[in-house]
C-alpha cells in the first residue's frame, strides 16, 4: 500500500472512483506478498501490482467490473494452463486476491482517514470478510483511538479488533477464522488482517562513510533511519541527506533513551571501544531483531574480551552479527552497505545466503 499510497490518497481527495486489488493469500511460490495492491480508477489507469505482470490483465478486467457495480469478490489465480494460453502465475503459487471498489464518497472518506493514519507512520489494521457465514468485502478499521464500521455482529468485531491489535505488534498481516460471532477456533468466517505498523527502525552507529551508505539502503528498504556520533562535525544532516533523523550525542546514551522494539535492527560502525562497548551492553539488553557490528576479526576478538570483562555472557554475545555482512567479496562503502542489508535480509527470512541456482526446493521458504 505505501508505494502507492500518495496516488491513493489524491484520488479520495479528488473524488475520483476506484477498485482496489488485494493479495491475501499465498500458497508456494508467488512474486508478491499478502497485503501487495493494485488499483484501477474510472478511467482505467493503472496503479500498483499483485503479481509482477502475470495475472495483472485479468485482475484489471475484475477490477473494472467490480467498479461497475459487480460487488466484492475474492478471485484465486493457480499455475498457468501455458497450452490453453491461461491466465495464472508462470512461478508454480496460487495467490487470491479480494477485489473490491471504492465508489462512493463515503467509501473513500472511510479509505482516506485510514490512508492518512498510514501516511503519518501511526498504527492502524484493516479487517475485510472474504467468505462464511458475514458479508463478503464488510470492513472493520482498527485504529489506536477505536475502531470504524463493522464486520457484521458485535462479537465478531470484537475478536477480530483483539486479534488486529496483536498482529500490529508483531507487524504482521494474515487471514483468521472466527464463528459468525467471534468464537474461536472455528472456520465459519475468513477475515484478512492486513496492518499497517510504523516502519521498522534502523539505528546506524558511526558518522563514517559507511554509515552513509548503510542509511541510503536502509531507507531504500523501507526502514526509518536514525544515524547517530557523538562528533558534532561528522554527524550532520548534508553528510546524511536520506537518514530520517542525524543525533549528536553518545551512542549508549542515545540508545538507552530511545525506543527499541523485536523489528528494530542495529549498525555499530563506530570502530572504536570507548563507543562501540558501552553502545553494545546496551544493545544487547535490547529485544532489537539485528545487531550488526563492523570490524576485522582481531577487532572483534578484542571486543568480545572487553564486553566478557563488562559482564556480557556468552548467550547475548552470540546475538552480535560479526564482522557485520555477508561474504560478498565488498570493499566500497557501497558495496559494504549491500552486504550488511543482505544479512538483515537473511537473519529476517532465514535464508541460507547460498546462490538460488545452488539450491533446490522453494524460493521463499516461509511458504507452503
Do not use: K, N
Amino acid at each position: 500500500m505505501r508505494d502507492i499510497l500518495p496516488d491513493l490518497r489524491a484520488r479520495c481527495a479528488d473524488g475520483i472512483p476506484f477498485a482496489l486489488a488485494t493479495v491475501v493469500a499465498v500458497h508456494g511460490s508467488a512474486p508478491r506478498d499478502p497485503g501487495a495492491v493494485l488499483a484501477v480508477d474510472a478511467a482505467g489507469t493503472v496503479i500498483g501490482s499483485v503479481s509482477g505482470g502475470c495475472v495483472e490483465g485479468d485482475v484489471y478486467e475484475v477490477a473494472r467490473e467490480v467498479l461497475a457495480g459487480a460487488g466484492p469478490r475474492v478471485v484465486p489465480y493457480g499455475i498457468s494452463d501455458d497450452e490453453a494460453f491461461g491466465i495464472g502465475l508462470t512461478c508454480g503459487g496460487t495467490i487470491e486476491v479480494l477485489v473490491r471498489a471504492y465508489a462512493t464518497t463515503a467509501e473513500r472518506e472511510e479509505l482516506a482517514a485510514v490512508l492518512d493514519l498510514i501516511a503519518a507512520d501511526r498504527p492502524v489494521a484493516e479487517a475485510t470478510v472474504l467468505s462464511g457465514a458475514a458479508e463478503t468485502g464488510a470492513r472493520l478499521v482498527v485504529r489506536p483511538a477505536g475502531t470504524l464500521g463493522t464486520l457484521g455482529t458485535e462479537g465478531l468485531d470484537a475478536a477480530v479488533t483483539d486479534d488486529a491489535r496483536g498482529l500490529l505488534a508483531q507487524g504482521r498481516t494474515g487471514i483468521q477464522w472466527y464463528g459468525a460471532h467471534g468464537q474461536r477456533r472455528m472456520q465459519e468466517v475468513a477475515v484478512f488482517v492486513r496492518t499497517y505498523a510504523p516502519p521498522p527502525r534502523m539505528l546506524v552507529f558511526g558518522a563514517i562513510d559507511h554509515a552513509a551508505a548503510t542509511a541510503r539502503i536502509g531507507s531504500f528498504l523501507g526502514y526509518r533511519v536514525t544515524v547517530c556520533d557523538a562528533r558534532p562535525a561528522f554527524a550532520t544532516r548534508e553528510r546524511f541527506p536520506t537518514a530520517d533523523e542525524v543525533v549528536r550525542a553518545w551512542p549508549h546514551t542515545y540508545l538507552e533513551s530511545t525506543e527499541i522494539d523485536a523489528r528494530t535492527v542495529i549498525c555499530v560502525l563506530t570502530h572504536d571501544p570507548r563507543f562501540d562497548v558501552p553502545l553494545l551492553v546496551a544493545a544487547l539488553r535490547t529485544p532489537a531483531a539485528y545487531i550488526g557490528v563492523m570490524g576485522s576479526r582481531r577487532t572483534h576478538r578484542d571486543r568480545l574480551a572487553r564486553l566478557r570483562d563488562a559482564g556480557v555472557d556468552e548467550a547475548h554475545l552470540a546475538r552480535l552479527a560479526a564482522p557485520v555482512g555477508l561474504d560478498l567479496g565488498a570493499r566500497t562503502p557501497q558495496e559494504t552497505a549491500v552486504s550488511i542489508a543482505a544479512e538483515i535480509i537473511q537473519h529476517r527470512w532465514g535464508g541460507t545466503g547460498r546462490p538460488l541456482g545452488e539450491l533446490t526446493g522453494p524460493i521463499h521458504q516461509d511458504t507452503d
